[in-house]
Every structure is written in structure tokens, then in C-alpha cells.
């Protein structure tokens, strides 16, 4: 790997990093319910902390840095509007011919879309799994399981807080509101496995073959020259 390729994979991420941190910035002004905003975005919060102390021993994929990061913005949003009154959602619904605003669906394919590439990478690099169909099924196990705990931390919302959590939960009247949010994170892992497998997988030899240079330094002073 060229010294440019390595300083571009060093930077990249916190470039992405400092981009997260100015959207975040934008939708703490003026949201529309302050309690829901800090809701949707603690899991960004809980997360960088995380990415932070890892990088180093356990660097991610430039696809899966830019997956959180996206994923990051669309809960920034949410947060700053509430998923009930994203101007977004309303263009789609009127666009379609909807019955709610969707934008809150976005919100739920992006938790199982992004989970699955993170989970996808975490178990080929440190697990005995390889590429198939066990690997497919579990993911997608894993994203469910995901989504269903994050329908607990709504139920638990909503006891705690009464109505203040209605912008939280933004069931919008839905009865079947949390089946059809684990069903959007559930084509969201599928989708994602599905298209960006491919990409996925070179990334992940490029960074296998960068660990096992750094590992050698013959094998890094014979890249050198």
C-alpha cells in the first residue's frame, strides 16, 4: 500500500468524524422538542466514544464509517423535526399518496442496513465464519434482535415518560407501527447484504493485507521500495 493510500485511510475517518459533529451541531438548533432530539441522538453519542478507542487496534472499512455516518445524519434529522414532521417525509407522502409521514420507516431500513454491514465485518474478522448462508442468516438475526431491543428502549419511553415520548415513538396513530419498523430494518439488513456485499468484501481484503503488512516489516520494506 502506497503512503498516499495509508494517509487517506488515517484521515478519511476523521474527516467523516468532524462532518458528524457539524450536522450534529445544525440539528441541536432550535429542534423541535429538545427531549426527543437528545433521544435520537444518543445513539451517535454512545457510538463515537466506542469508534474512537477502537480505530486503531480495529479499523473499520471506509464503506462502514460512511454507512454510520449517513446513518447518523438521518437520526440527526429525525431528532431536529421529529420522524412525524420531517419536511422529507411530508414530500413522499404527498409524492405516493401516503397515509402518515414515512420518514420514520427511512429511519428503521437505516437500522437494519447499516447494523448489517457492521455485523457482517465484525464477524468475518473475528469469527470462524465465512461467507454463505449462515453468515447471511445471522446477520440478519443480529439486525432483528437489534431492532427489537430498540423497540423495547420506545416501550420503556413511553412508561417513563407518558405522552412527552409521543415525538420519540412517532407512531403517528399506527397500531402496527413497531411490526412494520422491524419488518424496514429487516429488508434493510437484506438489502444491504445483497449490494454491498461485493464492495464489502474488497474492502475487507484491503484492510486484511494492510494489518498483515504492518505485521511484517519485511514484507512493508519490500512494499516501500
Known amino acids: 500500500m502506497s503512503v498516499d493510500d495509508r494517509t487517506k485511510t488515517q484521515v478519511e475517518p476523521l474527516f467523516l468524524l468532524c462532518g458528524a459533529f457539524l450536522a450534529l451541531a445544525v440539528s441541536g438548533l432550535n429542534p423541535h422538542d429538545r427531549l426527543t432530539w437528545i433521544l435520537e441522538i444518543s445513539p451517535f453519542l454512545l457510538a463515537v466514544p466506542v469508534l474512537a478507542v477502537t480505530h486503531r487496534r480495529f479499523p473499520l472499512t471506509p464503506l462502514l464509517y460512511r454507512l454510520i455516518v449517513v ?18 417525509g411530508f414530500t413522499l407522502q404527498d409524492m405516493f399518496g401516503l397515509s402518515r409521514n414515512p420518514y420514520d420507516r427511512i429511519g428503521h431500513f437505516a437500522q437494519g442496513f447499516v447494523p448489517a454491514i457492521a455485523a457482517r465485518e465484525i464477524l468475518l474478522r473475528r469469527t470462524p465464519l465465512v461467507r454463505g448462508g449462515w453468515l447471511f442468516f445471522i446477520v440478519v438475526s443480529i439486525c432483528l434482535a437489534i431492532s427489537a431491543c430498540y423497540e423495547f428502549i420506545e416501550w ?42 461485493p464492495l464489502h468484501d474488497r474492502q475487507l481484503r484491503l484492510i486484511d493485507r494492510r494489518q498483515k503488512v504492518t505485521a511484517s516489516p519485511e514484507v512493508a520494506a519490500q512494499g516501500e521500495s
Not at 434529522?77 to 420531517?86: L, M, N, P, R, S
Not at 417513563?160 to 415525538?167: K, V
Open 71 to 88: 446513518h447518523a445524519i438521518i437520526l440527526f434529522i429525525g431528532g431536529h423535526y421529529t420522524y412525524a414532521e420531517v419536511p422529507f
Open 156 to 197: 420503556w419511553s413511553a412508561v417513563a415518560l407518558g405522552q412527552g415520548a409521543d415525538a420519540f415513538l412517532g407512531t403517528q396513530g399506527d397500531p402496527w407501527d413497531t411490526q412494520w419498523d422491524m419488518f424496514t430494518a429487516f429488508l434493510g439488513a437484506l438489502t444491504a447484504q445483497v449490494v454491498l456485499a
